[in-house]
């Protein structure tokens, strides 16, 4: 039996909760008065460390990844596919920053959770599918170099860009958003900027953040990171004066389920806010959101993120984020840690989490002084009175010895293939899918193995590092407050009074197309008993006017709601059976679905709404 707090169950999620292994309780989180429950590791995957991509390079690993949308889905046997978009940083770095071409490599996932824990890790298996460059528009592929100290590139219609001293544009990536139209969002160390891309990998556009963020030095733009390539000088001063630290830039990139809102978060504090390296006071960061549903993305929110602190020995440290997903509008996801792991001097991690951050409340910085760096929002480290931050909460310790051991990993003090990496710097977050837990998803963690390999190739020549860092994927499974892409409920319906009524709101200017389902047939091949025979439903507005009716889902437009379906990521219904779903398009206001026995006897039915990519 699993352990359920007396909360929980007052708050009626007990239902929601899925099994865990005898003597294992969830781990909850509260904050804003919502609850986050973290039911641990279900899965483990692997890529070698000398796997090569489609260019015949080292592969490079996860310095961000994310889901291609509508392909994530559940098949009958339980288990789960989509497909990956994997991202790499800068290359190896041996003495300095190669001509590696940064890129994205696509790979096909399949899942099979493992909720008591494997003596393997093949949970997860990762297909590689292909590799594409990034390049400007004319074709002439970026590069991995440290840009100049001094100059920048410029191009028509774009701010000033990072440049190598070979001319061609330079990028660190980090962050990636895959949109549904297949563009790519793409954040940078270097600018700091975000980059959009064609799903070819042409440069599209760029986004300058605030003046606050851009490194300068003598009073100039200046984008190098002091890792300068082979023969080239080193910057003077090697840290710039002000905006992100050197290796500190916009490390986090994540866009709203709404595709509304894109949020960017720096690694660390600028300069001019206590971001003086690894050991200084560099706990207040950064995070912008943009609309991006105009034509130019429109900055609409700059807010203080407080990262989390340790302690070594008596010493306090700063744990540098590394990714971040956005929940909602208002709430994200923030993966931060410590420099230690795998192969390292201290193989032991002493912080390795990840962060729910609510921003409602927040102190708002757009359009102040804050935006430019002659105002600090910290300085020393001190944040300034009257700034409200995000409040925050640790959702998922990555550490957890009891967690890692059911996989038969570590977090040191040994220091061998299953002790995990130091650089922990991707997230994504795919639904469950489960009918009897429809609160529930699946959080996949990857590592950045920084290139690490007995038998690495990379830019025209081999090389050899001292061990085999693996790409490692980690899954955790959540139960969380709700829905990000639509909303669900479980209950009886029967007939008449004893319907199923499931309330929900359709915001924004325009109208909205949505995929509406009374399941109940096709719950019975996940498990779930007493599921009603014959469900209908009835889509009613906030006047009582009835604006969709269904009974069987196959009588309608069988072939769209499939289609509607794999596109929402929803599980898909019975072939033939009696489930009710409807596809309409709502204009902006309150609807309730009405859900209940077109037939027979009444029985459990889940009421789904999917707002349609």
Do not use: C
Not at 139 to 152: C, E, I, M, Q
Not at 158 to 165: I, K, M, S, T, V
Not at 186 to 214: C, K, M, N, Q, T
Not at 262 to 291: E, I, N
């Amino acid at each position: 039996m699993r352990t359920l707090s007396p909360f929980l169950a007052l708050l009626g999620l007990g239902a929601s909760l899925s099994p865990l292994p005898a003597g294992e309780p969830a781990r909850v989180a509260f904050l804003g008065g919502q609850v986050f429950v973290n039911h641990g590791l279900v899965g483990v995957g692997r890529i070698p460390a000398a796997q090569r991509d489609r260019f015949g390079e080292t592969f490079g690993s996860f310095s961000a990844f994310a889901f291609q949308p509508g392909t994530w889905r559940r098949e009958r046997d339980g288990s789960y596919r989509g497909i990956l978009f994997g991202q790499p940083d800068r290359g190896y770095n041996g003495a300095g920053t190669t001509n590696y071409i940064p890129r994205y490599n696509r790979l096909a996932v399949t899942f099979r959770p493992a909720p008591a824990g494997a003596a393997t890790q093949d949970q997860v298996l990762l297909e590689l599918v292909d590799s594409v460059r990034y390049s400007e528009a004319d074709g002439r592929p970026f590069t991995s170099l440290d840009p100049v100290s001094a100059g920048t590139g410029s191009r028509p219609g774009f701010p000033a860009l990072p440049q190598a001293f070979n001319g061609r544009l330079s990028l660190d990536a980090e962050g990636i958003v895959v949109n549904a139209d297949g563009s790519l969002w793409v954040s940078d160390e270097y600018g700091p900027y975000v980059f959009r891309f064609s799903a070819e990998g042409r440069l599209l556009s760029a986004l300058r953040p605030p003046e606050a963020l851009i490194p300068k030095r003598g009073g100039a733009d200046s984008f190098a990171s002091n890792n300068p390539g082979a023969g080239q000088p080193v910057p003077s001063p090697a840290d710039p004066v002000s905006g992100r630290q050197n290796n500190q830039g916009l490390e986090g990139l994540a866009l709203s389920p709404d595709g509304k809102t894109l949020f960017t978060l720096l690694q660390s504090a600028t300069r001019q806010d206590g971001g003086t390296g690894g050991t200084g006071p560099r706990r207040h960061t950064r995070l912008l959101s943009y609309d991006v549903t105009g034509s130019e993305p429109r900055l609409t929110g700059h807010h203080v993120l407080a990262l989390p602190t340790f302690l070594v020995g008596t010493a306090t440290r700063v744990a540098a984020q590394s990714e971040i997903f956005a929940l909602n509008n208002h709430q994200i996801l923030v993966l931060a840690r410590d420099g230690n792991g795998r192969g390292l001097a201290n193989p032991v991690s002493a912080y390795r989490s990840i962060l729910v951050y609510d921003l409602r409340g927040a102190t708002n910085l757009v359009g102040t002084p804050y935006e430019t760096a002659g105002t600090p929002v910290a300085p020393g480290g001190n944040l300034v009175a009257g700034i409200v931050p995000a409040t925050s909460t640790v959702l998922v310790d990555l550490n957890e010895a009891g967690q890692l051991a059911r996989f038969g990993l570590n977090n040191g003090p040994v220091d061998n293939a299953n002790t995990l990496s130091e650089k922990w710097e991707a997230l994504a977050l795919v639904p469950a899918l489960d009918p009897a837990a429809p609160d529930d998803w699946f959080l996949f963690v990857g590592n950045d193995n920084d290139f690490i390999t007995t038998a690495g190739f990379q830019d025209g020549g081999s090389y050899t590092e001292r061990f085999d860092n693996d790409n490692m994927v980690l899954v955790y499974r959540l139960s969380l407050p709700t829905r990000l892409a639509n909303s669900s409920s479980r209950g009886t319906a029967g007939v008449g009074e004893a319907a199923h009524i499931h309330g929900f709101v359709v915001t924004g200017a325009r109208p909205r197309p949505v995929l509406i389902r009374a399941v109940g047939p096709s719950l019975a091949a996940y498990g779930v008993a007493g599921a009603i025979a014959d469900p209908q439903l009835a889509v009613h507005d906030a006047a009582g006017r009835r604006v969709a009716l269904n009974d069987n889902w196959t009588e309608m437009d069988a072939p769209a709601l499939r289609v509607a379906g794999t596109r929402a990521g929803a599980f898909p219904l019975t072939e033939g059976g009696r489930d009710a779903a409807v596809i309409a398009q709502l204009d902006p206001g309150a609807y309730t679905v009405t859900a209940s026995a077109a037939t027979g006897a009444g029985g459990l039915v889940l009421v789904e709404v999917y707002e349609l990519p």
